[in-house]
């Protein structure tokens, strides 16, 4: 049983629970200390290689008529930004130095999840609340209230009100009480939120100057700014001429209006079983009364594996369970089984779903659940069988619904097969013979293709058009002499 702190102040609470949907609940810990008993950072969250480092700080910034505005600014940023940076670069440099973490402030029960130093990957976020009314106030341009942002090399004389300045060099991400709950729920998988975070300091170091006028923004920008070539979201342009990128205010506001992020938001709600499926078995080894012998936090699972699959892949896979389940066939007085294969994000691993009915005197056997994942099992070797370029095979397995209502259970299991010799392939062979499970004449291959952004008509040359004119960039000059590319909204 893992026991977790679920943040103290009501912000910290809030980003907790979305932190808890993007990063899982065996990933995020709020509240986190150190072997001296301070507290770490206000949420830790580590999945694989990544390192996400979270400083939630409110502090109200007021209007005070006798004061000046500029004077009132300079001290509501060094409370709420510029401490929290500094601490989280110290938080860094203490999780790199290998000492211990806990999950108390008594320290008596340990960090779970390990933490390699020398291959880790880095995300400090400070998170800021209340400047949002100030924002608003101060500009009529301003739609939400949100914190404009620069990364670059940092200049003491320029002190504008709601703009903040990061140093490109040890760059810290920033975000406001509008901007996080938009990041976290839409980039609510970890390889979503991982790769923008990327992108975003890929773009801070190629770029002399990253700015703009709000994390929301930004975020519009890259969902909109697609590489056919690198098949990726990228932030600012290819082109080698241009050494600083603008993203103008309002792009954030004019995708969410458009027809294909209305319609992918009606479409991705099926995605989220795939996420059902994933919560309930982190819950149970929360809980403590997860079954079997997967190591959940070391990354040795099915689970670990379900979990890195971006939202617009958990579609799909989504669609195709539900589809199979609908087809299973009704003959619920024999032993009825049915396998379907699911191709992954990664090109090297493959999902196994494989479905059992059995008449009720059968479930009752107490080695049941044992047969059923031994079936599972070996659809798994006979999918490596038949797909020999796998290097990990995960299987779910669940009984058939529309039977007797009963409360369902699923198993996973994962096998590796990066050194899959021909010993191995014969055995699963041989355990196939009986089953011929994806060796039958029975067996059908569908084709789709998937699409991040789903238009209203499902041609693909459409969804290209559409994303075209969506992303559309025109370059444009500034006085200072620096060449930028400004990003205008459709």
Not at 227 to 239: A, E, L, W
Not at 263 to 283: A, G
Not at 372 to 382: K, S, V
Not at 433 to 441: A, S
């Amino acid at each position: 049983m893992i026991k977790k702190s679920l943040g103290i102040t009501e912000t910290e609470k809030m980003l907790a629970e979305f932190c808890e949907r993007t990063f899982l609940k065996l990933w995020s810990y709020p509240n986190p200390y150190k072997g001296d008993g301070h507290e770490l950072c206000d949420l830790l969250a580590v999945f694989g290689d990544y390192v996400f480092i979270f400083f939630d700080r409110k502090k109200q910034l007021r209007e005070t008529p006798d004061k000046d505005p500029q004077v009132l600014w300079d001290q509501w940023k060094r409370n709420v930004i510029d401490k929290q940076v500094k601490t989280s670069h110290g938080a860094e440099r203490y999780i790199r130095s290998g000492r211990e973490i806990f999950l108390d402030a008594k320290r008596t029960i340990p960090f779970p999840l390990a933490i390699d130093p020398t291959k880790s990957i880095f995300h400090k976020i400070v998170v800021a609340h209340g400047a949002k009314e100030a924002c608003e106030k101060a500009s009529d341009q301003n739609v939400y209230g949100s914190l404009a942002i620069s990364y670059c090399k940092i200049d003491e004389e320029l002190r504008l009100p709601f703009h903040i300045e990061i140093d490109k060099h040890n760059p810290v991400h920033i975000f406001d009480s509008h901007n996080i709950p938009i990041v976290l729920s839409e980039l609510d998988t970890i390889s979503d939120f991982s790769n923008y975070l990327d992108e975003k300091l890929r773009a801070v170091i190629k770029y002399d100057e990253l700015t703009y006028c709000g994390e929301e923004d930004l975020l519009g920008h890259y969902l909109l700014n697609y590489d056919s070539v690198t098949k990726q979201h990228i932030i600012g342009t290819n082109h080698n001429d241009v050494n600083c990128i603008m993203v103008g205010e309002g792009e954030w506001h004019d995708f969410i209006k458009s027809d294909i992020y209305q319609n992918t938001k009606k479409e991705n709600r099926i995605s989220y079983f795939w996420d059902e499926l994933i919560q309930r078995t982190c819950q149970n080894a929360v809980n403590g009364t997860l079954g079997g012998n997967s190591d959940l936090l070391r990354g040795q699972s099915a689970i670990f594996e379900m979990t890195k699959e971006p939202r617009f892949i958990r579609r799909s896979l989504s669609k195709i369970i539900k589809r199979a389940v609908l087809n299973f066939p009704d003959y619920p007085e024999q032993v009825t089984h049915q396998v379907t294969f699911l191709p992954s994000y990664l090109p090297d691993v493959g999902y196994v779903f494989f479905q059992f009915r059995a008449p009720p005197d059968y479930r009752t056997h107490h080695d049941y659940l044992e047969k059923r994942r031994t079936l599972l099992e070996i659809a798994c070797g006979a999918a490596k069988n038949r797909f020999p370029h796998l290097t990990k095979i995960i299987g779910i397995g669940m009984d058939a619904p529309m039977f007797e209502g009963e409360t369902n259970s699923e198993d996973f299991i994962l096998l590796p097969c990066d050194t899959w010799d021909d010993d191995m392939g014969k055995y699963y062979e041989k355990l196939n013979q009986e089953f011929k499970f994806f060796g039958t004449t029975q067996l059908k291959q569908f084709n789709e293709h998937v699409t991040e952004f789903v238009p209203l008509t499902s041609a693909n040359e459409t969804a290209s058009k559409t994303n075209s004119k969506l992303g559309r960039n025109e370059p444009c000059h500034c006085g200072s002499g620096k060449k930028y590319k400004k990003c205008h909204g459709a």
